[in-house]
T-cell receptor, first 112, second 114 residues
Framework: SQQGEEDPQALSIQEGENATMNCSYK?????LQWYRQNSGRGLVHLILIRSNEREKHSGRLRVTLDTSKKSSSLLITASRAADTASYFC????????????FGTGTSLTVIP | DAGVIQSPRHEVTEMGQEVTLRCKPISGHNSLFWYRQTMMRGLELLIY????????DSGMPEDRFSAKMPNASFSTLKIQPSEPRDSAVYFCASSWSGWYNEQFFGPGTRLTVL
């Protein structure tokens, strides 16, 4: 399966600290996306990075992509209590099909 | 825009009953996705429509599941007959041009099959 694996599964930090979560996948991709899910809610898109990009920023978010290692990282700087949520990476199947895979998720808790 | 609309938000039914979940995508989006989320299996793509045509249904678990998109503004996911293991949260999402762009998710339907 192409399903991504997030690391760590759970992360607890103090407000103001940075949070880093990682995603690994198995086959070539066209793009990788990060989503956030608050408890009991739907997913919200955070950022999309294409396979020919190495780094992307959006506000307090920084995403890197290393296609040679088939991995990506999401950095949230100056975390806030409102950042408490689960974070998922998602990848397409590249040229091998029409599937779309979500990772297992990282549960982030930001302590005020 | 109201975003992706799903109904019902909660559904409780008994094993063997037919269940129909509904989705209205964002106006102008041409791709629609149905996902299922459980603690055990995480988020799984069930089926993907592009321009109302099913492109990939390899994620549909079995013949008891069927999905239709009769027009650009409406889709249904039907389970007949339902089983307890179908209990999950079902999400619908839409996008412009498949997964080359961000997907917008609905609030989900929490299905409980007793």
């Amino acid at each position: 399966s192409q399903q991504g694996e997030e690391d760590p599964q759970a992360l607890s930090i103090q407000e103001g600290e940075n949070a880093t979560m990682n995603c690994s996948y198995k086959t070539s991709i066209n793009n990788l996306q990060w989503y956030r899910q608050n408890s009991g809610r739907g997913l919200v898109h955070l950022i999309l990075i294409r396979s020919n990009e190495r780094e992307k920023h959006s506000g307090r978010l920084r995403v890197t992509l290393d296609t040679s290692k088939k991995s990506s990282s999401l950095l949230i700087t100056a975390s806030r209590a409102a950042d408490t949520a689960s974070y998922f990476c998602a990848t397409d199947a590249g040229n091998t099909g029409n599937q779309f895979y979500f990772g297992t998720g990282t549960s982030l808790t930001v302590i005020p | 825009d109201a975003g992706v609309i799903q109904s019902p938000r909660h559904e409780v039914t008994e094993m063997g009953q037919e269940v129909t979940l509904r989705c209205k995508p964002i106006s102008g989006h041409n791709s629609l996705f149905w996902y299922r989320q459980t603690m055990m299996r995480g988020l799984e793509l069930l089926i993907y429509f592009n321009n109302n045509v099913p492109i990939d249904d390899s994620g549909m678990p079995e013949d008891r599941f069927s999905a239709k998109m009769p027009n650009a503004s409406f889709s249904t996911l039907k389970i007949q007959p339902s089983e307890p293991r179908d209990s999950a949260v079902y999400f619908c999402a839409s996008s412009w041009s498949g997964w080359y762009n961000e997907q917008f998710f609905g609030p989900g339907t929490r299905l409980t099959v007793l």
